[in-house]
């Protein structure tokens, strides 16, 4: 059978959706489980594959314990690849047939890439109509390049142009630019992945506005990456509807929750000037700000009073605390933002519209947390979650202007 005849069985088809997460990475280490914005970068794409509802399994095959890890707390099923597999010269194509070879009931597969953060649901949802109702055969993702592209040539040869008629350069807005592969998904039906190739027997493409288009190879990519997954990423079906209170907890969070003894039998702690500048920011814009403490110190309340907020120590139930506040300010639970470090946060997080924690947080309330600081607790952490409230409360902004237009 040629790779223009592609057989298409005519009894139950099972579309699988694939991300390929080796733990080898040689440009960024284990670059698939690295935060972006405080997400597993993994966690980005599986949201948007498992919410786009369209795959009958979703699966991450990788050889990595934590990657493993990450991927089943995200949702995924995991195919443990063999090492031959995983080796560094290993194609994406063979990691496919290897998976393919043992999940026969696969019958479509979507190989996504755990490099696109900025993919959203209908990405996939329509490629997978085109298949699945269709008669395409593979579909792929593209996006619109202007660039003008010239023949490579050796030292003192004379290039020429590829696709342009130098002598009449068209202006951009009079020339409708090249369709390139941007790599987030191949769509394509087991016989073709089988014989060898992604794209085959009929032929489509889905293209993507360049925004969403954001590729992660090296370091140099990451700082532009979380910029735009902030603007344009998909945050879940309950993403946040412009944030009105952010709530802190102080130990753990404000704090390194160390306490410290003078030979007085006294006691300190510190404070970070760069997260009070955070709150600082956000009380500027408008939001309201909280702290909630289980323990009773009055050095926090001179840190509150100092930042001119309102404070509640020796909270033993902080989720009905905080579900006072939302009552008190008629809002919805996406419109409260909340860090915290320890089990007594554990079900504010995980309720909250955007949920943090610090780098040095408990595991469990991470797993929770929709963002995850780069820093630990007294060390940045909340600064860096206030800078992530802005750009998540420009982004609902940006994005209600747009639906306006």
């Known amino acids: 059978m040629s790779h223009n005849q592609v057989e298409r069985g005519a009894g139950s088809k099972h579309l699988a959706a694939v991300i390929l997460a080796r733990g080898g990475s040689k440009g960024i280490k284990l670059k698939n489980i690295k935060p972006l914005a405080g997400i597993p970068l993994i966690g980005w794409v599986l949201r948007v594959v498992i919410d786009s509802g369209v795959f009958d399994s979703v699966w991450v095959s990788t050889d990595h314990d934590e990657i493993e890890k990450v991927s089943r707390e995200f949702g995924a099923s995991v195919f443990r690849r063999s090492a031959y597999g995983a080796r560094d010269g290993a194609s994406s194509l063979e990691s496919v047939q290897e998976f393919l070879e043992n999940r026969p009931e696969v019958t479509v597969m979507a190989l996504v890439q755990c490099t696109s953060p900025c993919l959203q649901p209908w990405h996939l949802q329509a490629p997978a109509r085109m298949i699945m109702d269709g008669d395409y055969d593979s579909v792929f993702a593209v996006t619109r390049q202007h660039k003008f592209r010239w023949e490579e040539v050796h030292e003192g040869e004379n290039t020429k142009p590829l696709n342009l008629d130098s002598k009449h350069r068209p202006r951009r807005q009079d020339w409708d630019g090249e369709l390139v592969e941007n790599g987030s998904f191949y769509f394509s039906r087991r016989n073709l992945l089988m014989n060898g190739v992604f794209q085959g027997g009929k032929v489509g493409y889905l293209e993507m506005g360049s925004e969403y288009s954001v590729d992660i190879d090296t370091d140099i990519d990451w700082p532009i990456a979380e910029q735009r997954v902030v603007k344009f990423g998909y945050f879940g079906k309950s993403k946040p509807q412009g944030v009105k209170l952010a709530v802190f907890g102080v130990d753990g969070v404000l704090t390194d929750n160390l306490v410290y003894f003078t030979e007085e039998n006294g006691h300190f702690t510190t404070y970070n000037q760069t997260d009070a500048m955070g709150i600082r920011m956000l009380l500027d814009r408008g939001l309201t700000v909280k702290l909630i403490a289980s323990e009773e110190n009055e050095l926090h309340q001179k840190f509150a009073d100092k930042l001119g907020v309102e404070l509640v120590m020796g909270c033993e139930n902080k989720l009905a605390q905080l579900v006072k506040w939302r009552n008190k300010m008629e809002l919805d639970m996406t419109q409260i933002a909340y860090m915290g470090s320890d089990i007594p946060d554990q079900e504010c ?50 994005d209600a202007n747009r639906s306006e237009t």
């Open 349 to 398: 997080v995980k309720m909250a519209g955007i949920g943090g924690a610090p780098k040095d947080a408990q595991h469990n309330l991470k797993v929770m947390a929709s963002f995850v600081s780069n820093f630990d607790g007294g060390r940045g952490a909340a600064r860096e979650f206030c800078n992530h409230i802005i750009l998540v409360i420009q982004k609902a902004t940006s």
